[in-house]
């Protein structure tokens, strides 16, 4: 029997006190079209790959892009610092990018320790009455032009500048000012943010790959002379790891940078800003893909879902799934599988439940372990006297039925006015036709090319991931621990 419905729906944010720790966050949602599977990377020159002769080909952003399967999103300025991406950040311009993106990357901060630098040094060399410049000394000294004033005038330069930058306090206020900033973009990014994760670098020191400079008992070492100002940046950047931020990962590119032939000293002699090389940027583009760790998946390729697939990889909803490098989405969904991808969709604390044995069937050494107590204990999933039965299939109204259940258990009623022919509705079991009804309404849960929902058909790992990745643009389903 065919039967057409209406079905009023109110999204409907309540304050739940155990989600007291989450800020609060709307519920309107924004049609942007099809989704798309990004990769956003904001900060200055390196993410442009400034210097090197195919930037949109070599530079790290391309490269991590094109192994991921992503679109590349950049935001970077050449000379920017962390002032001009907050600057950036206040207009909102970016907003949309952040909370599109299954990716975020952050590189900034070189410059603000070069451009106080550089004029520390251009000021400790008028001192002398000079007319050259940090760049002119960079180039001409190390590059051994014979005839330039900057290599005649060496020795006394080399005196001065070793101890006017030895401490300098315009280059201790700059890598002062930075911590201030990255203070503000970090916040404002996971605020807004749903990525899977969000990478922050740490500050490279441009001139690692230059030499001490000795002229009669005076030596100048421009790479421990930065040292010390940006070991102060990246210390005051580590501690943002224990601010409770789920998703931030810190990655050290300095040490990367550090080995040979990483930065190109004479690439940059406009502005004594020593660039990352070609090799450099290869260097940082796999250490980044190891931090994403993003699952290369070869049976996703070419599907119709494939985009919602790579996102919903991208935000860890399919960990586990993965066994030689095949998702299987069209497997049969099991209700331990599914228990831990909600888990890991909501953001769930999983960790709590780790050690629990009390269910019969499920064994501490099943990696879903965890998840599973977690969606028991939520009261999510149902469970009986002989255990859980976490190898059995589920159909797609259980599915449906145990996302519905969060979503109350959040304080989110997902309903909405709308007209909807649902012709198998009397197919439906009757406790679950609100999750059933309330989640088709809203699109998370698909409809074949006659209108059925198909409640008792079994739920495949893709039909699975497309109704938690649906349910997220509907619902705050997914929050930034931000």
Same mark, same amino acid.
């Given at each position: 029997?065919?039967?057409?419905?209406?079905?009023?729906?109110?999204?409907?944010?309540?304050?739940? +006190?155990?989600?007291?720790?989450?800020?609060?966050?709307?519920?309107?949602?924004?049609?942007?079209?099809?989704?798309?599977?990004?990769?956003?990377?904001? *900060?200055?020159?390196?993410?442009?790959?400034?210097?090197?002769?195919?930037?949109?080909?070599?530079?790290? +952003?391309?490269?991590?892009?094109? @192994?991921?399967?992503?679109?590349?999103?950049? /935001?970077?300025?050449?000379?920017?610092?962390? $002032?001009?991406?907050?600057?950036?950040?206040?207009?909102?311009?970016?907003?949309?990018?952040?909370?599109?993106?299954?990716?975020?990357?952050?590189?900034?901060?070189?410059?603000?320790?070069?451009?106080?630098?550089?004029?520390?040094?251009?000021?400790? =060399?008028?001192?002398?009455?000079?007319?050259?410049?940090?760049?002119?000394? =960079?180039?001409?000294?190390?590059?051994?032009?014979?005839?330039?004033?900057?290599?005649?005038?060496? &020795?006394?330069?080399?005196?001065?500048?070793?101890?006017?930058?030895?401490? @300098?306090?315009?280059?201790?206020?700059?890598?002062?000012?930075?911590?201030?900033?990255?203070?503000?973009?970090? @916040?404002? =990014?996971?605020?807004? !943010?749903?990525?899977? $994760?969000?990478?922050?670098?740490?500050?490279?020191?441009?001139?690692?790959?230059?030499?001490?400079?000795?002229? *009669?008992?005076?030596?100048?070492?421009?790479?421990?002379?930065?040292?010390?100002?940006?070991? #102060?940046?990246?210390?005051?950047? +580590?501690?943002?790891?224990?601010?409770?931020?789920?998703?931030?990962?810190?990655?050290?590119?300095?040490?990367?940078? @550090?080995?040979?032939?990483?930065?190109?000293?004479?690439?940059?002699?406009?502005?004594?800003?020593?660039?990352?090389?070609?090799?450099? #940027?290869?260097?940082?583009?796999?250490?980044?893909?190891?931090?994403?760790?993003?699952?290369?998946?070869?049976?996703?390729?070419?599907?119709?879902?494939?985009?919602?697939?790579?996102?919903?990889?991208? /935000?860890?909803?399919?960990?586990?799934?993965?066994?030689?490098?095949?998702?299987?989405?069209?497997?049969?969904?099991?209700?331990?599988?599914?228990?831990?991808?909600?888990?890991?969709?909501?953001?769930?604390?999983?960790?709590?439940?780790?050690?629990?044995? /009390?269910?019969?069937?499920?064994?501490?050494?099943?990696?879903?372990?965890?998840?599973?107590?977690?969606?028991?204990?939520?009261?999510?999933?149902?469970?009986?006297?002989?255990?859980?039965?976490?190898?059995?299939?589920?159909?797609?109204?259980?599915?449906?039925?145990?996302?519905?259940?969060?979503?109350?258990?959040? &304080? =989110?009623?997902?309903?909405?006015?709308?007209?909807?022919?649902?012709?198998?509705?009397?197919?439906?079991?009757?406790?679950?036709?609100?999750?059933?009804?309330?989640?088709?309404?809203?699109?998370?849960?698909?409809?074949?090319?006659?209108?059925?929902?198909?409640?008792?058909?079994?739920?495949?790992?893709?039909?699975?991931?497309?109704?938690?990745?649906?349910?997220?643009?509907?619902?705050?389903?997914?929050? !930034?621990?931000?």
């Amino acid at each position: 029997m065919t039967a057409k419905k209406r079905i009023y729906i109110l999204l409907i944010l309540l304050s739940v +006190s155990l989600n007291a720790l989450c800020p609060p966050l709307s519920a309107k949602g924004e049609n942007t079209g099809e989704p798309r599977f990004t990769v956003l990377y904001l *900060g200055d020159d390196l993410i442009n790959g400034n210097g090197l002769n195919s930037p949109q080909r070599e530079r790290m +952003s391309a490269l991590v892009s094109k @192994s991921l399967g992503a679109e590349e999103e950049t /935001w970077g300025i050449e000379g920017g610092t962390s $002032k001009s991406l907050v600057d950036a950040l206040n207009t909102g311009a970016l907003d949309d990018l952040i909370k599109e993106a299954s990716y975020i990357i952050i590189s900034v901060g070189a410059n603000d320790f070069l451009n106080a630098f550089r004029e520390a040094a251009d000021a400790s =060399i008028e001192s002398l009455g000079y007319e050259f410049t940090l760049a002119d000394f =960079i180039t001409d000294v190390y590059g051994k032009n014979t005839d330039s004033a900057a290599y005649k005038k060496s &020795g006394a330069a080399v005196k001065q500048l070793s101890a006017d930058l030895e401490y @300098s306090n315009p280059v201790w206020a700059a890598a002062k000012n930075y911590t201030g900033n990255i203070s503000l973009i970090l @916040s404002y =990014i996971m605020k807004r !943010s749903t990525a899977g $994760k969000v990478v922050i670098t740490n500050v490279y020191n441009p001139y690692a790959g230059l030499n001490a400079l000795m002229s *009669g008992q005076s030596r100048l070492d421009l790479r421990a002379l930065g040292e010390k100002y940006i070991s #102060h940046m990246n210390t005051a950047l +580590s501690a943002y790891r224990y601010y409770g931020w789920r998703d931030l990962y810190l990655v050290d590119i300095q040490s990367v940078l @550090s080995q040979d032939r990483m930065l190109d000293a004479a690439s940059s002699s406009d502005n004594a800003a020593p660039r990352p090389t070609r090799s450099g #940027h290869s260097a940082l583009a796999k250490l980044i893909e190891g931090t994403l760790a993003f699952p290369g998946a070869a049976d996703i390729k070419d599907r119709p879902d494939e985009i919602l697939l790579r996102r919903a990889a991208a /935000w860890g909803i399919t960990a586990g799934l993965y066994k030689d490098g095949k998702l299987s989405p069209d497997a049969k969904l099991t209700r331990g599988d599914f228990a831990r991808m909600l888990c890991l969709c909501a953001g769930g604390n999983a960790g709590w439940f780790a050690g629990q044995s /009390w269910l019969k069937d499920v064994q501490k050494t099943d990696a879903r372990s965890s998840y599973i107590y977690w969606s028991v204990n939520m009261g999510i999933i149902d469970y009986d006297y002989y255990g859980f039965r976490p190898d059995a299939v589920m159909t797609r109204e259980q599915a449906a039925s145990a996302l519905w259940k969060y979503l109350i258990y959040r &304080g =989110i009623s997902p309903t909405i006015e709308i007209d909807v022919e649902i012709k198998d509705l009397d197919n439906i079991s009757e406790n679950c036709r609100a999750a059933v009804e309330g989640l088709a309404v809203v699109g998370a849960l698909s409809l074949d090319s006659k209108s059925n929902v198909n409640p008792t058909r079994t739920m495949s790992r893709a039909e699975a991931a497309a109704m938690l990745m649906r349910a997220c643009e509907v619902t705050p389903l997914r929050r !930034s621990a931000g």
